[in-house]
Nanobody, 120 residues
Framework: QVQLVESGGGLVQPGGSLRLSCAAS????????MGWFRQAPGKQRELVAT???????DYADSVKGRFTVSRDNAKNTVYLQMNSLKPEDTAVYFC??????????????WGQGTQVIVHS
């Protein structure tokens, strides 16, 4: 069974930085995509950033230039460095691990979420 454990959330002032980490454990296929999604109160969960096992990245337009996603494949860990944080970045951030099966099947697993609050 795969488990995702997140850490690094908290309260930060606008313009500040935070670094989120997510460690995956269990039976993990080597070819996968890891990343971060977020959900603000009253809003749908949205993609923040993802990174494939080969290092290809994807970012939401709202975080480009401010956030950086990276991973350590040996540790099955994904990171999200968040700089120049804005109040609108306030949300619960969820780690995601996506693996792939036959015929285009995708399997998503989620962490428990970590709260990020950007407030002066």
């Amino acid at each position: 069974q795969v488990q995702l454990v997140e850490s690094g959330g908290g309260l930060v002032q606008p313009g500040g930085s935070l670094r989120l980490s997510c460690a995956a454990s269990g039976n993990i296929f080597s070819i996968n995509t890891m990343g971060w999604f977020r959900q603000a109160p009253g809003k749908q969960r949205e993609l923040v950033a993802t990174i494939t096992s080969s290092g290809s990245t994807d970012y939401a337009d709202s975080v480009k230039g401010r956030f950086t996603v990276s991973r350590d494949n040996a540790k099955n860990t994904v990171y999200l460095q968040m700089n120049s944080l804005k109040p609108e970045d306030t949300a619960v951030y969820f780690c995601n691990l996506r693996t792939y099966g036959t015929r285009g099947a995708q399997y998503d697993r989620w962490g428990q979420g970590t709260q990020v609050i950007v407030h002066s």
